[in-house]
């Protein structure tokens, strides 16, 4: 793996080679790459165990960083997704949700190591940006009371 000039760093209790193998297997353009072992011990780990992962998600380059339990994964970082269509939406949703993950609300879900997603159709942001502002809004409004987006869903209300 060639080194990125800038790379987003997750940090982990433990979790990081699972959750880069896991963000490999789902979405494509994604791969795990070097593994570094801690050269000792350190607080929250022994000499040996996995210290980093590079890894890529959708392209984007990412190291994951175990770091112990300090620091946690909130909603204020998130990866998007922008989905073509309901069976891209609904696969990438049901692994996330169904690996440990959870739903919430509007299209973000959250994996089983806390990193938050938003499955988001390219057809939701259409809908929201409709030049017809009552359109946008009944879009925007359905979009609200959704967990995954139902796209068909999202066209309807759109529609009126």
């Known amino acids: 793996m060639k080194h990125a000039k800038n790379t987003i ?3 982990f209790n433990g979790g990081a080679e699972a959750a880069a193998r896991f963000y490999a297997e789902t979405f494509p353009d994604s791969s795990v790459g070097r593994i570094l072992r801690a050269p000792g011990d350190f607080p929250s780990g022994k000499m040996g165990d996995v210290l980093t992962v590079q890894f890529t998600v ?5 190291l994951g960083l175990n770091g112990g339990p300090a620091f946690t994964h909130n909603e204020a970082f998130s990866f998007q ?3 073509s269509d309901q069976e891209e939406t609904d696969r990438y949703w049901n692994a996330i949700v169904d690996n440990g993950g959870e739903e919430s609300a509007c299209g973000w879900c ?9 499955i988001t159709p390219v057809a939701l942001t259409d809908a929201i940006a409709d030049p017809d502002p009552a359109a946008a809004k009944r879009a ?3 979009m609200m009371e959704m967990g995954k987006i139902d796209i068909a869903a999202i066209e309807a ?3 009126g």
Not at 110 to 118: E, F
């Open 140 to 142: 925007f409004d359905a």
């Open 110 to 118: 959250k994996d089983r190591w806390g990193i938050s997603w938003q």
């Open 157 to 159: 209300a759109r529609r």
């Open 81 to 83: 997704v922008a989905t």
């Open 9 to 11: 760093c997750l940090w």
């Open 58 to 62: 959708l392209g984007i380059p990412c």
